[in-house]
């Protein structure tokens, strides 16, 4: 690899080198920042994250990835991180040159020769075990600091389920545990498009009955006949709120369940999802309300 691009920058505002590879673990198939050699890239462009320590672990992977003054791009709307982007690269021992266009800030720098903090950045922003809980997590996974209301309500709500099922948005595995408890499913698949999410749930679901898959659930993975279908699904895309995703895994929920299987679902209560769930489902329960939150038992 001779230069690499994170996410998906406005190719208004940054181009990426020709030849440069993927490397944000939100797009499946991609290479992982952490695990290219040190010192053996020519450039970099990173669309930064919004959170602070995921950001500041992301540039100081880049940094390190990056061979002594090669060019590092980085960008990010200013009321996502953008405004905080000079002086954290300045912390690395940067010299940045910063613009504004189109309510992005753009930080133009080269890799100093000993670029310092990388290694305390890198430490903050990865996989780490949460208090408490006893789960493996990762600062820019969903709740990755704290345990989901929403999805402990639904495990204080689901019945001892069986047979062969799929956990959809699964993040660090927190349903998939509570599923796997009991002896009678024989099979859980975990789906996510955070490869991130994925690794911790490797660690935290250490089960030979689960099989784990990185992709988008809109288009994978191949999955029919299940006996049951549980899941938190995700509302934001791109950092924006998008009802049609929840409605999207719904719908795959439906074409990966046999005739009479079911599907456990939590939402935030705001959500419209009772057409999509009526439309796609033969019989849809509400199994309660608290909190925020919905539950819904959904029998295809």
Known sequence: MAACVYGAPPAALATAPAGARQVSPLAPGAEALDTVAPASLSAAVIAAPPGTLERRYVLALALRALKPG?????????????????????????????????????????????????????????????????????????SWDREDLGSQLLIA???????????????????????????AVTRLDLVDLDRRALDAARRNVDDPRAVF?????????????????????PFHETGQEDKALGQAFIRRSRQMLRRGGVLWMVANRHLPYEAELAAQFGRVTPKGEARGFKIYEARR
């Open 70 to 142: 090669a060019a590092l791009t980085a960008l990010a709307p200013k009321e996502k991180g953008g405004a905080r982007l000079r002086k954290e690269l300045e912390a690395f021992g940067c010299r940045v040159d910063e613009v504004g266009r189109q309510h992005q800030r753009i930080c133009r720098t080269a890799r100093p020769e000993a670029p310092v903090g990388l290694e305390a950045a890198i430490a903050a922003g990865g996989p780490q075990r949460l208090e408490g809980a006893g789960l493996w997590t990762q600062p820019g996974v969903f």
């Open 157 to 183: 709500a689901l019945p001892s389920l069986s047979g062969r099922g799929a956990d959809l948005g699964c993040g660090v595995g927190v349903l998939a545990r509570a599923v796997l408890s009991s002896a």
């Open 213 to 233: 898959h990185w992709t988008d659930v809109r288009g994978g993975p191949d999955l029919a006949d299940l006996d049951f279908v549980v899941m938190n699904p």
